[in-house]
């Protein structure tokens, strides 16, 4: 849509990260009940937008299973999506005008951080975070140096976020639900459950953890 518009990838960027969030009144009470006045303020204000959205949308909506959950589900995901994104962009900033050397298979992660590209997606998200063995390239062994200096950074590379939780949100609580099929509650408050957890139970949120 972007090249059919003439429109730069990085100019996108630029306007979708400088766009005004509000947040609805209910849905950050609700967010805020959930896990905590420290927890919601360490979010950023577009995730802070989506998960009170959802929240809000989750409560007006209660029990009905003759309706289709998945726009709640899928607001959650993509405040997962908008942190992750921001952890790249701080990777992307670090380097200054370094530039490393890639290999075919972190093509996606190579236009962003080089050409000012969208960032990758989820699933390529999981196979950057993976740790990376003798045979990785450069730039993913340096992304793994920059996620050491993070204090979840242990939490971002385990085995619970990339290969557990990460496959969960891609498989059950957005591919369907963003194409062809429904997302039943169960499945959605599961969504809520596993991402934005709990005061007592912390989520799969990056910045959460």
């Known amino acids: ?75 959650i995901v993509k405040g997962l999506e908008v942190e992750l994104g921001k952890l790249l962009e701080g990777f992307r900033e670090s380097l200054a005008e370094e530039v490393l050397v890639a290999f075919e298979e972190d093509g996606s992660f190579s236009a962003f951080l080089y050409e000012g590209r969208k960032p990758p997606t989820l699933g390529a998200i999981s196979y950057l975070l993976r740790k990376p063995d003798s045979a990785s390239s450069p730039v993913k062994k340096a992304f793994h140096e920059f996620l050491a200096s993070k204090s979840n950074g242990d939490f971002l590379t385990s085995n619970r976020f990339t290969k557990r939780d990460l496959q969960k949100v891609i498989n059950r609580y957005r591919n369907g639900g963003a194409h062809d099929s429904p997302i039943p509650e169960d499945v959605c408050r599961s969504c809520v459950e596993t991402l934005v957890g709990t005061r007592e139970k912390t989520g799969a949120d990056p910045k959460s953890c």
């Open 1 to 75: 849509m972007l090249e059919e518009l003439d429109i730069d990838p990085a100019t996108w960027l630029d306007w979708k990260g400088g766009a005004e969030t509000v947040i609805d009144t209910r849905g950050r009470e609700l967010a805020v009940e959930r896990i905590g006045d420290e927890a919601w303020n360490n979010l950023d204000p577009a995730v802070q937008h989506f998960v009170s959205t959802a929240l809000r949308h989750l409560e007006t909506q209660g029990h009905a299973p003759q309706l289709d959950y998945a726009p709640i589900s899928i607001e």
